[in-house]
């Protein structure tokens, strides 16, 4: 509802930072790169511990959170641009179902080098797109129920004045009883992605911090599978091509080399006093002995 909106909506303004859950390894910046506090709008840096049951009263928490700084400020700052849906609901007993969030962005340039999925048990798949003088590109595509973490781009995808910015939550609703809406509590449903970004220093205050507009598009036909953009075009593709003509030649050798070692060769010769004789090796044989037929027989 509207109030679980806004409520959502407070909470993610006072402006994550990061984000680390179920077992994720660690994360780091690129070079260069850093948040600023101190003497600057962020004042305050806040570790919040989320748990998904009570733990007992004896029970010995080792969590925490590793954080490194210096005084020398970096040449650029990093942030962080979130698709949030505020509100919706979803039927049960549904295989296929997705929310969309879609927005133009107008703030400075950015530098997307890394990208994080949210959401509860109903979820298999978020994904996220740039559309640039109306090419589109996959920013990155995961299933919120991994570990949660901030998975680096392979290529830092830049995103200008003018550009579209998309995000699809999809959900899979066949094993509910009941309808499902989106909420902050684990008995509900969420939809966000979070694109980790890095921009010069004085730009980093004029960056919009969200889209929360929820809006249907269409997905080109060329990127729907998420994994399209890396196997199936460009480099990728020639990666792809290397690597199956290495694993077919693989297989065949092991193919090879498992028959010649279950499977030895027998020989079978004509005799001109005995008929049929199986013999140890044409080498060793009589040069006038004929070679009937070769067999493949199991040792054993």
Known sequence: DTTTGKRLKQWYQRRVRGAWALDAPKFSFPANVSIEVGNFRIKYLVAQLHYKAKKPTDYK????VDIFFETKPTLYSAGIYLFMAEEGTFPSSKENIHMDLACNYTSPTINVFAYRTHAHGWSRLISGWREHDGEWS???SRDPNLSEMFVAIEEVIAVEPGDKLFARCEY????????????????????????????????????????????AFAVPRQIQSHWYDKYMSGEGLMRTIVFLIIAVLGVFAVAICARAYFCPRTTYYAKGNDGFEKLFSPMDD??????????CKHPY
Not at 61 to 64: F, I, N, P, R, V
């Open 61 to 64: 928490d080792t969590s925490g």
């Open 172 to 215: 899979d609703t066949r094993t509910a009883n009941q309808s499902i809406s989106i909420g902050s509590t684990h008995r509900d449903e969420m939809c966000n992605l979070y694109l980790m970004y890095y921009t010069d220093r004085s730009q980093i205050d004029k960056v919009s911090p969200e889209c929360v507009n929820q809006q």
């Open 286 to 295: 009589e040069d006038d002995d004929e070679v009937l037929y070769r067999s």
């Open 138 to 140: 996959l920013i990155g």
